[in-house]
């Protein structure tokens, strides 16, 4: 052991220098014509396995940096898609509200009384857009039984007044409104086919119904209707829609009929408030 620890550098030397010659051996079997017999053989299955061991294991490391990089392009693609669909809904949307702004653009310019551009942001409790509230009271000047209108375009380039309905309920910076669909909303119509009047209701399930004062008014499904201007809520000629079904009833001093609105009121989101002088 003295031995060993006395001269342990120079032992490791000889041991370093003996396996480099032993390495050279082996690196040079099979570049002559020297036959090792079965330590040559031994060798050489040797260097096949590690050759083939060192080939997989390089070609693991490659296929594993291959999955990597293209999970990192799967997801980078993925947020490209994410990031495209976005901006496809950016401009649908502006497109729509392009389209509903020139709309409107058109419908103003057939107003003759001041207004108030305001916001739906409730539906009261209604399964039929019967009331909402809009963003809009009384330190905009809306008082209660002030119109609500719509731009509605009956035809391609034709764009007409819609009525919503009216407001029943202010506060400082918001208002109720009852529309068309509420039974409690009762208007008084005109045919401008034929210029009779009669009144119109809402109901508990979204259908507008009504009726001519002239029992033997004749009607036809598509007559347009408008308000009539009787009462002292509505101003005349705001388009309220079209009629769809006429009804044959018992009474024969009334002649029933179905209305389909104008607006749209599933889609309702800006409404115009008149401040009408009465």
Known sequence: MNFVRKYYKRILFLLTVLILIILIGLSSVGRGEVDLGFFGNA???????TFNTGHTIISSIYSVQDIVRMREENNMLTDTV???QETVRILENIVNKSEALETEYEMK????????????IAL??????????????????????????????????????????????????WAKV??????????SFRD?????????????????????????AQVNKDDSLVTSGIGEIYIPDIYIGKVTEIVPTTDASTQRIVINPAVEFTKLNRVYVLKVDR
């Open 43 to 49: 060798v050489a299955g040797f260097q096949k396995l």
């Open 82 to 84: 994410h990031e495209l």
């Open 109 to 120: 310019k057939n107003l003759k009384y001041d207004y108030t551009v305001g916001q739906v």
């Open 124 to 173: 009261d409790d209604s399964n039929w857009f019967s009331r909402v509230t809009i963003d809009k009271g009384e330190k905009d000047g809306i008082k209660k039984n002030d119109i609500v209108i719509h731009a509605v375009e009956t035809e391609v380039g034709v764009v007409q007044i819609g009525l919503v309905g009216v407001v029943t309920q202010t506060s400082s910076n």
């Open 178 to 187: 009852i529309t068309l669909l509420d039974e409690s909303c009762k208007i």
């Open 192 to 216: 401008i086919n034929t210029d009779e009047s009669g009144i119109l209701q809402g109901s508990v399930d979204g259908t507008i119904t009504g009726y001519f004062f002239n029992s033997k």
